[in-house]
């Protein structure tokens, strides 16, 4: 009959130390200790085996005990040291039944205690092996050199960060400061609490001799994201002439992967081709890794084909390779060829979809991951969340919203700062305040995030106001925050604010304008009609201006009808993008307001010659959870008939509130009523018909736009807004447009 031993409850003490022992060194409280729960383990099959070292469970271990004290051998030492040992070490053992036994020994040696110590570390209890640390030292037993290793190799961040210090006063005390496997703990232990300075002090001190400590500060520097000084402390060991193992290898991999360094990644790879350091499963998918992450497919693709065998992992790596470069197909081809995925490879292959902006394919992945029913992390919503972005789709982005918070996904800044562009760029500001307002930390993602959404939306003052309470918290502005605030002042024309900005940037925060900036400068002065101070602005800028800079002042151009000004920005423009399409149109627009005809048309026949397309309008919507695609004079649409009657009922109706078609923009060489045809198909008006006919009264129909809006489909959106008493929202290539009671935010300046 096996021994039945009942559970017991492990009483912890106040202290750490009792004063007579050590005199200044920090005592441990015990009050944060919690009292060891009943710890299980699951019966094994009984075997016929009657001794410690072929004992496989602990139905045997407790057979064999009961066998121990019915020889009267129950108090024993060696039997004592055997099954605690077991217990505390075997993969199945029972620290109940080692504490039990435990409590039997009218005076356990230290190395008794040392394995006590060691067991409630394996299982990852680590306030338990504190505490019998502290009944150790009540009990007059020193520590030795085994000790301390055991007692902090299972620390967990939380308990290195209550009690490292204090562990590493009492290794100073006994002596044991210098001793290599007490440093390497330490290393591990303070780089686990993110005390990496510390960390990197007692490694200086160490010897340097042993692979253990430099792999224990190299993985520290990973876990701190600091992967350049895991390159920098790789270089070092290589001169110090200590040979590395593949766990080096493998740390030095992932942050050459991080780094995107492919020279260190070579360098790693020749330890392995040399034969230096010996092959593994883990090496070789760390391997794959960094070559794909680094660009070099191909070598990851060699490595992958040789492998023996493959796992999820070296599947991945390949997937990711392939889409990052942006092959995709040929990422599809062997992500469906997978044997199995996890949430790691379908979002290493959502993320090459989004990479080349193919958003629609994004959410229709994500589906066939759910119906997969693999769960998604937070890496996975992040993406998701920014393809809903994209695309508008604002019902799929607050269903993301609700399956983090159902699936309790983990909801940490990066997926918070996804979930406010994403309200931002569908046009909810206020949802987007309202995240904002309930965040605990906010990062410099999250300030720039609200401040460029707030300036493309038209709150302009918000943002600048915003800009204010982000240089309070004691935040850095960077490139990215400068550019949404530069855009807030060109969308609400604040001239003198930009300017005043502009030099601000790096007076104050030591941030170099890019050309960026100047395009944003370029924009804000030539929307405000001073293009000739626009012009001279291009003309001082300290590096070549791009396309962004003339397009800049094209736009200004047209929008102030100034054909001269126009001709010198698209000739410019075309220098450098001859090809670009949109050119030769706004060109075409400007010389027909200001109805120079003829211009108009040599501009078109030299497109036709030069084989020159216009990039056609599109338009996208979300109804119902589904995003639907509108080109222009588009008839492929399963409610195409509908969607055309609804928009000869709209016009109709628009009519008779004053609604006269604006064509001055519209070719000079086709007849009044056929330019009246043309502007009624174009596909912002084609997505709120739609809109209208698909959703009952009072919902807000919200329309990505790939071109800037025009102004006759900007005047009917207001009327629209009025008569059918809906907000219409219109996101196009710069901006959105708030229609609300026959009014626009932008308040007709775009």
């Not at 492990?10 to 004063?19: F, G, M, P, R, V």
């Not at 077991?86 to 356990?108: S, W």
């Not at 489909?713 to 009025?722: E, T, W």
Request: proline residues 3%; hydrophobic residues 40%; aromatic residues 8%.
């Amino acid at each position: 009959m096996p021994l039945s031993i009942p559970s017991k409850t492990l009483s912890l003490h106040s202290s750490l130390i009792k004063k007579k022992m050590v005199t200044m060194v920090p005592s441990i409280s015990t009050t944060h200790l919690p009292q060891l729960t009943h710890l299980h383990s699951s019966p094994q099959t009984n075997l016929p085996l009657s001794s410690f070292e072929s004992c496989k469970s602990m139905d045997q271990l407790k057979q064999i005990h009961s066998q121990a004290i019915q020889k009267g051998l129950a108090s024993d030492p060696f039997v004592h040291s055997k099954i605690i040992a077991f217990c505390c070490k075997h993969e199945l053992g029972c620290m109940n039944y080692a504490r039990y036994v435990f409590d039997t020994i009218p005076q356990p040696n230290l190395f008794i205690w040392n394995t006590m110590i060691r067991g409630y570390s394996r299982i990852k209890f680590p306030k338990c092996a504190v505490s019998m640390y502290v009944e150790m030292l009540e009990k007059n037993v020193k520590p030795d050199h085994y000790t301390f290793p055991f007692l902090l190799k299972g620390f967990t961040s939380d308990v290195a960060l209550q009690f490292g210090k204090m562990i590493h006063a009492h290794v100073w005390k006994f002596g044991f400061d210098s001793n290599l496997f007490v440093q390497n703990a330490m290393i591990h232990m303070y780089c686990l609490c993110g005390e990496i300075d510390i960390a990197r002090g007692i490694f200086d001190m160490s010897s340097k001799i042993d692979v253990v400590t430099w792999n224990a500060m190299i993985s520290g520097y990973n876990r701190s994201k600091l992967f350049d000084e895991s390159r920098k402390l790789f270089d070092a060991m290589e001169k110090k002439g200590v040979l590395p193992t593949s766990v080096t290898l493998v740390l030095v991999l992932s942050a050459s992967s991080k780094l995107k360094n492919l020279e260190t990644g070579r360098q790693v790879h020749q330890y392995v081709v040399s034969g230096k350091v010996e092959t593994n499963f883990i090496l070789e998918n760390a391997l794959i890794d960094m070559y794909a992450v680094c660009g070099a497919v191909g070598m990851a693709l060699g490595i992958f084909q040789s492998m023996k065998e493959r796992d999820v992992i070296s599947w991945t790596a390949i997937v990711k390779g392939f889409a990052y470069s942006g092959q995709v197909d040929l990422a599809r081809k062997y992500f469906d060829q997978m044997p199995e995925r996890d949430s790691v490879s379908w979002t290493a292959m959502i993320d090459g979809y989004l990479r080349l902006n193919q958003f629609k394919e994004v959410l229709m992945l994500f589906r066939k991951m759910q119906s997969a029913k693999v769960e998604p992390d937070e890496f996975t919503m992040v993406s998701i969340l920014t393809a809903c972005a994209h695309l508008g789709a604002l019902e799929l982005g607050e269903w993301v919203k609700a399956y983090i918070e159902k699936n309790q996904v983990k909801n940490d800044i990066y997926v918070t700062n996804a979930l406010i562009d994403m309200y931002f760029k569908c046009g909810n500001v206020e949802k987007a305040v309202r995240v904002f307002d309930k965040m605990a930390r906010k990062d410099k993602f999250t300030w720039t995030a609200m401040i460029v959404g707030l300036a493309i939306n038209g709150h302009g003052k918000e943002a600048l106001d915003m800009l204010s309470d982000m240089l309070r918290a004691q935040i850095t502005p960077d490139e990215v925050t400068y550019i949404g605030v530069l855009c807030a002042c060109t969308h609400t024309c604040m001239v003198d604010e930009g300017r005043k900005l502009f030099c601000s940037m790096t007076m104050e925060h030591g941030v170099e304008p890019n050309v960026a900036h100047y395009g944003c400068m370029v924009d804000l002065l030539g929307r405000a009609g001073h293009l000739r101070e626009a012009h001279e602005f291009i003309e001082n800028m300290p590096m070549k201006p791009n396309s962004i800079v003339w397009g800049a002042l094209l736009g200004a151009s047209r929008v102030h009808k100034n054909v001269e000004m126009a001709e010198m920005a698209a000739k410019q423009l075309l220098q450098l993008e001859p090809e670009n399409g949109a050119v030769y149109v706004l060109l075409c627009n400007i010389y027909a307001a200001c109805n120079r005809g003829e211009k108009s048309r040599e501009v078109r026949k030299m497109m036709m010659d030069r084989g020159i397309k216009k990039t056609p309008g599109c338009s996208l919507i979300e109804m119902n959870g589904i995003v639907h695609e509108f080109m222009a004079g588009d008839q492929s649409h399963p409610q195409s008939e509908e969607i055309y009657l609804k928009v000869e009922e709209m016009i109709e109706d628009l009519k008779f509130a004053g609604y006269l078609p604006d064509t001055s923009e519209m070719s000079l060489d086709i007849g009044e009523e056929e330019r009246e045809n043309a502007l009624h198909r174009h596909s912002e008006k084609l997505a709120i018909a739609f809109g209208l006919i698909s959703s009952e009264p009072g919902v807000t129909i919200r329309i990505v736009k790939n071109l800037r809006i025009c102004v006759d489909c900007h005047h009917v959106a207001k009327l629209v807004s009025r008569m059918y008493n809906r907000e219409v929202i219109v996101r196009d290539k710069t901006r959105f447009h708030h229609f609300r009671n026959g009014s626009c935010s932008c308040k007709d300046y775009w």
